[in-house]
T-cell receptor, first 112, second 114 residues
Framework: KQEVTQIPAALSVPEGENLVLNCSFT??????LQWFRQDPGKGLTSLLL?????REQTSGRLNASLDKSSGRSTLYIAASQPGDSATYLC???????????FGKGTHLIIQP | DTGVSQNPRHKITKRGQNVTFRCDPI?????LYWYRQTLGQGPEFLTY????????KSRLLSDRFSAERPKGSFSTLEIQRTEQGDSAMYLC????????????FGSGTRLTVV
């Protein structure tokens, strides 16, 4: 059974810092990996999608990497802003399954 | 089409009552998924449809839960005889089969059972 772990569970940093969120998964046979953002009480907003054949994806100040063989992904946020405060969720889509398996998320607070 | 739409946004119900939620996916998406999220946890997969066919159900989906997608467009999720443990955010997502695109999620329905 696929398990996804996100570290740290919570992170608080001053505005302007660069930061890294980590995601690990136990079964490397994935189809893709997706990073989401969730604001309190809201649904999920897709940030980046990395196919299993890709190594990284970039969107603005966000960069996500994937090392499928080691079962790891990182989300890099450059020049953090208070508006980046949210919970960040990592999810993998297995090769044989159609549902996503999520981690518990990293709760991020950017201090003004 | 502005994305995945879920209604209602919030639902408060008494224990033992039945509730029904609706999801309208992106129109060209033929796959539709239901997830449940409790506080402090990531979403958990419940079930998914490809067009009108329900192809997979999680063991989390007890016999009190039923989902339909009668015409391959919108979907409903019904919970019968609600229990306090059913209190959660119910999320709907859609995607295109075989596409390299990811999932698009709705804003969810927050259920509180009192």
């Amino acid at each position: 059974k696929q398990e996804v772990t996100q570290i740290p569970a919570a992170l608080s940093v001053p505005e302007g810092e660069n930061l890294v969120l980590n995601c690990s998964f136990t079964d490397s046979a994935i189809y893709n990996l997706q990073w989401f953002r969730q604001d309190p009480g809201k649904g999920l907003t897709s940030l980046l999608l990395i196919q299993s054949s890709q190594r990284e994806q970039t969107s603005g100040r966000l960069n996500a990497s994937l090392d499928k063989s080691s079962g790891r992904s990182t989300l890099y946020i450059a020049a953090s802003q208070p508006g980046d405060s949210a919970t960040y969720l990592c999810a993998v889509k297995g090769g044989g399954a159609d549902g996503l398996t999520f981690g518990k998320g990293t709760h991020l607070i950017i201090q003004p | 089409d502005t994305g995945v739409s879920q209604n209602p946004r919030h639902k408060i119900t008494k224990r033992g009552q039945n509730v029904t939620f609706r999801c309208d996916p992106i129109s060209e998406h033929n796959r539709l998924y239901w997830y449940r999220q409790t506080l402090g946890q990531g979403p958990e997969f419940l079930t998914y449809f490809q067009n009108e066919a329900q192809l997979e159900k999680s063991r989390l989906l007890s016999d009190r839960f039923s989902a339909e997608r009668p015409k391959g467009s919108f979907s409903t999720l019904e919970i019968q005889r609600t229990e306090q443990g059913d209190s959660a955010m119910y999320l709907c997502a859609s995607s295109v089969q075989g596409s390299f695109d990811g999932y698009t999620f709705g804003s969810g329905t927050r259920l509180t059972v009192v």
